[in-house]
């Protein structure tokens, strides 16, 4: 072999053994980045573990709470608001009512024509409507007014045989869903916003009030005669069909509860007891919290940079408003640690509330053998092209630990609910149902989650108990429920009966 083929001989070889210890480099980097994304993931799963012992806490938390709320007010993190409703539908009621449910980034304007115990509700149409985002940090006469435009756009449409008596005033529940204090069955004051709204000038404001003087400024004749929660509004419209519905929750952009609860068990309560011996309470659960709730970092830096810091921190692990964002926090630092991502920080992943839980449920619930939902959705959101299907299985696990993490603590505060009214255990003889009556997009829609929760629950109350705790999903109980209790409520119950 001469000298040139020697040469070359040496160099390919050199040329070869770089590539090789380049690659070997780039593998061992790679699954140093690897192991450094599996570190993060595992650390994350671990700070969100909910077993059965720590739910059990939770639980036992949320009942003691509720009795510091129910005992004095400002006693509890829980407000435990009375809300003057302690007569729930019968089935008995008559007339034309209509519904305003406002509770997060739309609102729906409804009307129902009830026709009493035979016939129920024989007729229901209702329009959705979004609201812009300026208005959720404009001003109170704003919204107001765009409420009531659409509301007045809506009765407009009356059709055959949906018209209210001549000489009478149209009646409306108004479903509300944020913390108010109440001060009667038509009447109450917001205490603050919750679910990205911040509009200052509505704060203290009888928001029966706001939305009256809105509708008169566009001559739109219309009473208001209840103002309810969506939470109540659910419970209502559980109740109307099921006489056993012991208590609503709301799991959607945002979360809460409300139960019937005896009169006589409200220490703070000290106008007369109602007849009924009954008052539903707004508990305002969103805003619990306990040493017990397994909070991350992650957690604690979406509070920190929110609108309302140090507030409703159970709604921010348990609600469709904060569940993706979770997802894309752990995400980024995964991407900025790790280079899960390449060697860049994708800049879409670092724009809070960019990735909406509907599109992590989506992601959650691939299951295509290459996880296309999870790469679509990856490319179409966060401008991420091209992931690898281990990266999108690491995805998928993220959105599982963070959904099966909302989801049985979920499942804890229906236990304590339960344990305030004595039901999570079984008495002698006692056969009764108690149903729980659920709503909100997140149950609804978010079917790993809704199993989650409802296996969890059983988990927690054992196989004898549970057989008599039902779940039963109220759709658009909030809507149909504020315009049952705008019947229940009456100006004209009197001339009627």
């Known amino acids: 072999m001469g000298k040139v083929a020697v040469g070359a001989a040496v160099v390919c070889a050199a040329t070869v053994c770089a590539a090789a210890v380049l690659i070997a480099r780039h593998r ?49 993190k829980l407000k435990m608001i009375i809300s003057y409703v302690d007569n729930l539908p019968t089935g008995d009621e008559k007339g034309l009512f209509y519904a305003l449910d406002l509770g997060g980034t739309n609102f729906r304007v409804l009307r129902v024509q009830l026709g009493g115990k035979d016939k129920r509700v024989v007729k229901q149409e209702f329009e959705e409507v979004s609201i812009p985002p300026h208005l959720m940090v404009g001003s109170s006469d704003a919204l107001f007014d765009y409420i009531a435009a659409a509301l007045a756009k809506f009765v407009a449409t009356e059709g055959e045989g949906l018209h209210v008596s001549p000489g009478r005033q149209r009646e409306l529940g108004f479903t509300f869903s944020f913390p108010v204090r ?22 203290g404001q009888d928001v029966v009030g706001e939305l009256t003087k809105a509708m008169e400024r566009i001559g739109l004749d219309m009473r208001v005669s209840a103002l309810v929660n969506d939470t109540i509004g659910t419970l209502a419209g559980g109740r109307y069909y099921d006489q056993d519905v012991v208590a609503a929750v709301i799991l959607g952009t945002g979360t809460n509860a409300a139960y019937v609860e005896r009169a006589q068990s409200i220490p703070k309560w000290h106008g007369l007891l109602p007849k009924s ?8 659960w969103g805003n619990f919290r306990s040493s017990h709730l397994p909070l991350t970092e992650y957690d604690q830096v979406l509070d920190a940079e929110s609108l309302n810091p140090g507030e409703q921190i159970f709604e921010k692990i348990i609600s469709g408003m904060y569940l993706g964002d979770i997802v894309r926090r752990v995400l980024c630092r995964m991407a900025e ?15 809070p509330f960019i990735l909406r839980t509907p599109d992590m449920s989506a992601m959650h619930h691939d299951t295509s053998p290459d996880l296309r939902v999870v790469g679509s959705k990856l490319k179409d959101i966060l401008d991420i092209p091209n992931t690898s299907l281990k990266t999108r299985k690491v995805v998928i696990e993220l959105c599982d630990i963070v959904a099966t993490r909302g989801a049985r603590l979920s499942a804890a505060g229906i236990l304590g609910i339960l344990k305030k009214l004595g039901r999570d255990t079984m008495k002698e003889g006692d056969k009764q149902n108690s149903v729980i009556a659920l709503d909100g997009g997140l149950y609804e829609h978010y079917t790993e989650f809704r199993t989650c929760l409802e296996s969890t629950l059983k988990e927690l109350l054992g196989a004898e108990v549970s057989d008599n705790i039902v779940i039963k999903h109220s759709n658009d109980g909030s809507g149909i429920g504020a315009a049952l209790l705008a019947a229940s409520h009456s100006q004209y119950l009197e001339e009627d009966s």
């Open 28 to 76: 061992m980097r790679s699954s140093g980045r690897w192991a450094r994304a599996m570190a993060i993931l595992r650390e994350f799963e671990e700070k969100c573990g909910t077993p059965i012992a720590k739910l059990r806490q939770v639980a036992d938390a949320m009942t003691v709470e509720m009795h510091a709320g129910l005992a004095s007010e400002g006693g509890s």
């Open 182 to 203: 109440q001060s009667s069955i038509s009447s109450g004051s917001l205490i603050k916003w919750t679910k990205g709204f911040s509009i200052e000038d509505a704060v």
């Open 277 to 284: 011996g009954d008052m539903v309470i707004n508990m305002e």
């Open 337 to 351: 640690e790790a280079d899960l991502f390449g060697d860049t920080v994708p800049p879409k992943l670092k724009i």
